[in-house]
């Protein structure tokens, strides 16, 4: 398999701004995309089936999230041990864990597609949908859980080609396929009037699209099939270091992925036009966190790939670019959307009660995008040198355990809104602080070869 190509990356050398830069684009537009999978579910629905279906398609964002954002984090595994690989020119043990990352991705994705399918009445238990909505939620959630093993493939693969050093591929694709989304959704909505299920449809398909499309480019790379179950057998310590850094990282995000179910149950408490209005304000956060939390996947690859060129200076010039890059575009983002929120939220529904909700939720939380930035540096830094369950605590106790404890308090004694609203920031900035502190204190861990080399 050949390390480089037009479309590859070697942060080893370099400008690392300028690489930078360029890596993360498609990495930021493509997140861009995958996100338009769910807002144009909830953009359609809301303006041609009504204010319930708008609310069912918004409480499933979490519980999706929950699943996609497990096996995101676990493409970390396999992003760092790739990377290292790469670093290292070593041709043989890049092609086998190629081989071992795709292949596990297709048994998981298998096992998550039955196991989410099962779980959905427990989801519906737990978030407490509201009765007018619930039907419609389980509904979006069968069927969309069905495809699920279309996504694991396609995120993995994704985090295959971004240890490469090619973040277009993956974009072009995407791009491709969240066109097909927009259009079946139209048709299954628009003109068959199949409402939830017909967006959950639609989306289904779109994803087998993009996991077949990425599985035929990985072929074509390597000139043979990626899967092999043969390679798993033949490898089990590279399993091992894949879960040993993936598994921390995707139940860091799944558990907070989790906890954010019982959070809706408290927005649930404030109306059906709180869960529309929050729900849509939300999906307008995933757009502006996503330079937050592309840099931080870009600095995970570039990190790995010095780490295995024992080049600690780099790493480090590297991680100071991506902090300054990720609060530049995240703030040129927020601030319009802040002074124009009400008009960004109306994109999904006419009611104004729906709008009043998501424009007091976005102008409270923009402020904070900061730490949010802060935070997922960080934690890409530590992931890139292959530290990853320090961070996972750390970050469970200030998004999850933290958090919880908070609107437990609160909305015992002062039952607002409003701290909803503020559980957020408040979740940031405190997990900021701590993976922050973590990172200044394992730095002197770090090789004393790479340091040597680094000076």
């Not at 807002?39 to 303006?47: E, T």
């Not at 737990?126 to 509904?139: C, D, H, K, S, W």
């Not at 929120?341 to 424009?359: D, K, M, N, P, W």
């Not at 609107?407 to 405190?430: D, K, Q, S």
Request: hydrophobic share 50%; glycine share 10%.
């Amino acid at each position: 398999m050949k390390h480089q190509t037009s479309r590859s990356f070697d942060f080893t050398h370099g400008n690392i701004i300028r690489e930078l830069i360029l890596f993360t684009i498609p990495i930021v537009t493509g997140e861009l995309l995958q996100s338009l999978y769910n807002s144009v579910d909830a953009l359609i629905v809301g303006n041609w089936a009504g204010a319930a279906p708008l609310a069912a398609v918004s409480a499933c964002s979490q519980p999706v999230q929950l699943v996609v954002g497990f096996f995101n984090g676990m493409s970390v595994g396999t992003m760092v041990v790739i990377g290292r690989h790469f670093g290292k020119n070593e041709e043989e043990g890049l092609t086998a864990s190629v081989k071992v990352a795709y292949t596990l991705s297709v048994f998981l994705g298998l096992f998550l597609s039955v196991a989410a399918c099962l779980a959905v009445p427990l989801i519906s238990m737990i978030q407490n949908f509201p009765a007018e909505v619930r039907g419609l939620a389980e509904l979006y959630l069968r069927l969309y859980f069905i495809g699920m093993v279309f996504i694991v493939v396609y995120n993995n693969g994704t985090g295959i080609l971004r240890a490469l050093g090619d973040a277009r591929t993956p974009f072009r694709i995407l791009t491709a396929t969240c066109i097909l989304n927009v259009f079946l959704d139209l048709f299954f909505v628009a003109v068959l009037k199949l409402g939830v299920a017909g967006v959950a449809i639609a989306t289904t398909l779109s994803q087998m699209v993009s996991a077949l499309l990425l599985t035929r480019h990985l072929k074509a790379r390597m000139g043979q099939s990626c899967f092999s179950p043969d390679t798993l057998k033949l490898n089990p310590a590279m399993i091992s270091d894949i879960f040993n850094i993936g598994l921390p990282s995707g139940m860091q995000s799944a558990l907070i992925s989790f906890s954010n179910l019982f959070v809706w149950r408290y927005i649930g408490g404030f109306g059906t036009a709180a869960m529309a209005g929050i729900g849509v304000a939300q999906k307008l956060d995933k757009f502006i966190a996503l330079p937050c939390k592309s840099f931080g996947t870009a600095v995970t690859a570039f990190v790995s790939q010095n780490v295995g060129a024992q080049n600690e200076r780099r790493a480090r010039e590297g991680t100071r670019s991506c902090l300054l890059l990720a609060m530049i575009v995240t703030y040129g983002l927020a601030l319009p959307v802040g002074i124009f929120a009400e008009t960004f939220v109306g994109l999904f529904t006419r009611s104004q009660e729906v709008i009043a909700f998501g424009t007091a939720f976005m102008r409270f939380v923009i402020p904070f995008y900061g730490f949010m930035g802060l935070r997922e540096i960080m934690l890409g830094v530590l992931r890139g040198h292959g530290y990853s369950k320090v961070p996972m605590l750390l970050s469970l106790f200030g998004m999850v355990g933290l958090r919880q404890m908070y609107l437990a308090w609160a909305m015992a004694t002062h039952p607002r809104v409003e701290n909803i609203y503020f559980c957020y920031p408040m979740a940031w900035g405190c997990t900021a602080v701590l993976v922050t502190i973590c990172y200044f204190a394992v730095r002197k861990n770090f090789s004393p070869a790479d340091e040597q080399k680094s000076r």
